[in-house]
């Protein structure tokens, strides 16, 4: 079997040192969709290096990603990624992302569950500088048909959607060459620009980053709900709950309570089909 769950979960975790600056912050930035209107001032926060902050979701990127990299090729891990899906993601912040950095991130399997037809592998990544902690998440990657070997199932948990009617509701157009260019952030599976690669996934077409409508997602509940203040943010997980294509609506409906936003996201054009669920920014 390709994964040895209890070799995984032993393994020493990795750890590498990354870099960024604020040529990887604005890229990142430019694959969420940031810049329209390019002179919105609002706009420029993301895209202006004089005026540039860090959207907390450039955790999942920066150093490429080697997080998740580095978890997909621990010992006891062997995968096709055709068969791998982003089941889940959270990031805990200990302080704002600063614009130029360099750090030592570490990376291990935290856990392995057993869903019957899937192993989802927990990948936990630590970040520090030499200020200390800066972030740390949790990445939950599904891999197709190599469930089955009587290992625990794992945590299930869903969030009940509010009985109410959102506080904010905002669309969010994807653009048909987003994947392009998100992916020069460093998530470079063929899965989101090959269609002969989507087809043999599963897909009719190439499908968009999960972790690309995640970064969308916050720059929307940071604009609309936070000021843009994006140091106001303490914690922000969600689950991947269906894929989305370039060209679709993100439609994010946001309900605000104490230190806490809930978020739903549907895909308008597919009969508001979801997205993302069980999704949380926590701040103060």
């Known amino acids: ?82 068969h791998v899906l982003h089941g889940s993601q959270s990031i805990e912040l200990h302080r704002p992302i600063p614009v130029k950095g360099s750090a030592t991130t570490t990376s291990r399997v ?75 952030s460093g998530d470079w599976n063929p899965l989101h620009a090959d269609p002969e690669f989507a087809k043999l996934a599963g897909f009719d077409k190439p499908i968009l980053h999960g972790l690309c409508s995640y970064g969308m997602t916050l720059k929307t509940v940071v604009d609309t709900c936070l000021g843009g203040d994006v140091s106001r943010i303490t914690r922000y997980g969600t689950r991947f709950a269906g894929v989305v294509f370039p060209g679709e609506t993100l439609r994010v409906r946001m309900w605000q309570g104490p230190g806490r936003i809930q978020v739903t996201v549907s895909a308008v054009e597919r009969d508001e089909a979801p997205v993302l669920a069980d999704t949380v920014i926590d701040h103060t």
């Open 1 to 82: 079997m390709p994964i040895d769950a209890a070799k995984a979960v032993a393994a020493e975790p990795r750890s590498a040192e990354i870099t960024w600056d604020h040529k990887d912050i604005q890229l990142y930035h430019l694959g969420l969709g940031a810049g329209i209107p390019a002179t919105d001032p609002d706009e420029l926060r993301y895209t202006l290096e004089s005026k540039l902050h860090v959207l907390p979701s450039f955790a999942t990127v920066a150093g490429a990603g080697m997080g998740v990299v580095g978890g997909l090729s621990s010992p006891g891990i062997d995968v096709n990624l055709a």
């Open 110 to 184: 935290a856990a392995v569950y057993d869903k019957t037809k899937a192993a989802v592998l927990v990948l936990r990544t630590e970040v520090t500088d030499e200020e200390g902690p800066l972030w740390t998440s949790d990445a939950q990657i599904f891999v197709r048909g190599e469930g089955g070997f009587g290992g625990e199932r794992g945590p299930s948990e869903r969030l009940e959607v509010p009985a109410r009617e959102p506080d904010r509701t905002v669309d969010r157009p994807i653009r048909e060459d987003q994947a392009l260019l998100y992916r020069l």
